[in-house]
């Protein structure tokens, strides 16, 4: 009913940077939430960070000052730019956004396939 598509990943030297996309697409009426996540090998996957329906933001203590998520909603389309990469960077991040569609009456919950970053020299 929803599908999140991100890009923008990829291979990049320490310092630099990326910017990830997400488009939501599909029966959608109204997106609340967006938010990125990464997943490291090995590891949980954690919050980077999350823009809310009124542009509110927050991030991980990890990447705040380097990290800056961002949506545009006539897009319905979150970004996410990354300056100053390092290579604890490096993981599959995904897309998350909280939704309402036009099939249900409680919130929606969807997530990307996920992009890779892999940052290193």
């Known amino acids: 009913q929803v599908q999140l598509v991100e890009s923008g990943g990829g291979l990049v030297q320490p310092g630099g940077s990326l910017r990830l996309s997400c488009a939501a697409s599909?029966?959608?009426?109204?997106?609340?939430?967006m938010a990125w996540y990464r997943q490291a090998p090995g590891k949980q996957r954690e919050l980077v960070a999350v823009?809310?329906?009124?542009?509110?933001?927050s991030y991980a203590d990890s990447v705040k000052g380097r990290f800056t998520i961002s949506r545009d909603n006539a897009k319905n389309t979150v970004y996410l730019q990354m300056n100053s990469l390092k290579p604890e960077d490096t993981a599959v991040y995904y897309c998350?956004?909280?939704?309402?569609?036009?099939?249900?009456?409680?919130?929606?919950?969807?997530w990307g396939q996920g992009t890779q970053v892999t940052v290193s020299s």
């Open positions: 998350h956004a909280i939704l309402r569609i036009a099939t249900m009456t409680r919130p929606y919950s969807s």
């Open positions: 599909g029966s959608i009426v109204s997106i609340y939430n």
């Open positions: 823009i809310s329906s009124g542009v509110n933001t």
